[in-house]
């Protein structure tokens, strides 16, 4: 079956710009997860779902960032009026419940 | 809060050499501990995992011991293989949701 994928795989912004990064779990996964990976580090845990529901923000860095699962499905993250340091690889994973997280290929985001 | 360290890369080794890349952890409570690897070009995949003290986790040859007195969970391989060249990340869930990943090591494999 189909894993986790995630849109665009690569997208550059200018300073100041909007972005949207959108992932689709595995169908029928209740959890889906947000993390940010900066260049040579390890992902650092932005934000969680259980279904449609945000249950856990405390990872995100600053009220630019905006996360949403409306159907409890398909997710996207929003980084508004980017800043270089938003730069990184956002990568996003689902899991059953809260067992084994599959993670997406990720979105390489680079803001100029 | 809780933590992972993990040993800087990048380790190089000879194709058939003996790899241990340590990890160690904090946290209170009694984590899970999870080994996952990052092929080039490709996602994270869960390499292997325990979910208490004593619990081995195996899988591809690649092995991990929970050890609480040490806090440690380090990864080893008796012989590796030039395809084993990837990032390797040590991680941890402690009764939440996220994981928590130390900052990862490098393995290159040269035949």
């Known amino acids: 079956g189909a894993g986790v994928s995630q849109s665009p795989r690569y997208k550059v912004a200018k300073r100041g710009q909007d972005v949207a990064l959108r992932c689709d779990p595995i169908s029928g996964h209740v959890s889906l997860f947000w993390y940010q990976q900066a260049l040579g580090q390890g992902p650092e845990f932005l934000t969680y779902?259980?279904?449609?529901?945000?249950?856990?923000k405390s990872g995100l860095p600053s009220d630019r960032f905006f996360a949403e699962r409306p159907e409890g499905s398909v997710s996207t993250l929003k980084i508004q009026r980017t800043q270089q340091e938003d730069s990184a690889v956002y990568l996003c994973a689902s899991s059953l419940f809260m067992d084994q997280q599959f993670f997406g290929p990720g979105t390489r985001l680079t803001v100029l | 809060g809780n933590s992972v360290t993990q040993m800087e890369g990048p380790v190089t080794l000879s194709e058939e050499a003996f790899l241990t890349i340590n990890c160690t952890y904090t946290?209170?409570?009694?984590?899970?501990l999870f080994w996952y690897v990052q092929y080039p070009g490709e996602g994270l995949q869960l390499l292997l995992k325990?979910?208490?003290?004593?619990d081995k986790g195996s899988n591809k040859g690649f092995e991990a011991t929970y050890r609480k007195e040490t806090t440690s969970f380090h990864l080893e391989k008796g012989s590796v293989q030039v395809s084993d060249s990837a990032v390797y990340f040590c991680a941890l869930n402690n009764a939440g949701n996220m994981l928590t990943f130390g900052g990862g090591t490098r393995l290159m494999v040269k035949p």
């Open positions: 325990a979910t208490k003290a004593d």
């Open positions: 779902f259980q279904n449609e529901a945000q249950l856990d």
């Open positions: 946290a209170t409570g009694y984590p899970s």
